[in-house]
C-alpha cells in the first residue's frame, strides 16, 4: 500500500495551492479518503473527508469556503484545492485512507504559508 502526497511549498497568504495524493495496493474507490495536517507542536487534525459512496465530503470549520477535497476514482488521486491560504493553515499534511478497520497514512507533505 502506498499514498504519496505532492504538491505542497511556500506560498505567500491568500494564495493557493493544490495537493494530491496518488494511491495504490488496494481498492481506492471502496475507501474513504481524508486530508490531516499537523502544525509544529500541535496535534494532527482532520480538514477534508471524502467518503467512497457518493463523494459526500465534510470539512473542518477552519477551511469550509476555502478548502475542496475531489477524487478521481480513474487515477486513484485525491485531492485538495486549498484557496485563500492563512499562515495558520502552515503544517505538514497528510494524505489517509480509511475503510473499517483498515487505515493507512501518507509520508506528508509540508505547506508554508509566509510573507
Known amino acids: 500500500v502506498q499514498l504519496v502526497e505532492s504538491g505542497g511549498g511556500l506560498v505567500q497568504p491568500g494564495g493557493s495551492l493544490r495537493l494530491s495524493c496518488a494511491a495504490s495496493?488496494?481498492?481506492?474507490?471502496?475507501?474513504?479518503m481524508s486530508w490531516y495536517r499537523q502544525a509544529p507542536g500541535k496535534e494532527r487534525e482532520l480538514v477534508a473527508r471524502?467518503?467512497?459512496?457518493?463523494?459526500?465530503?465534510n470539512y473542518a470549520d477552519s477551511v469550509k469556503g476555502r478548502f475542496t477535497i475531489s477524487r478521481d476514482n480513474v487515477k486513484n488521486t485525491v485531492y485538495l484545492q486549498m484557496n485563500s491560504l492563512k499562515p495558520d493553515d502552515t503544517a505538514v499534511y497528510y494524505c489517509?485512507?480509511?475503510?473499517?478497520?483498515?487505515?493507512?497514512w501518507g509520508q506528508g507533505t509540508q505547506v508554508t504559508v509566509s510573507s
Open positions: 489517509n485512507a480509511r475503510r473499517w478497520i483498515n487505515t493507512y
Open positions: 495496493g488496494f481498492t481506492f474507490s471502496s475507501y474513504d
Open positions: 471524502i467518503f467512497s459512496s457518493a463523494g459526500s465530503a
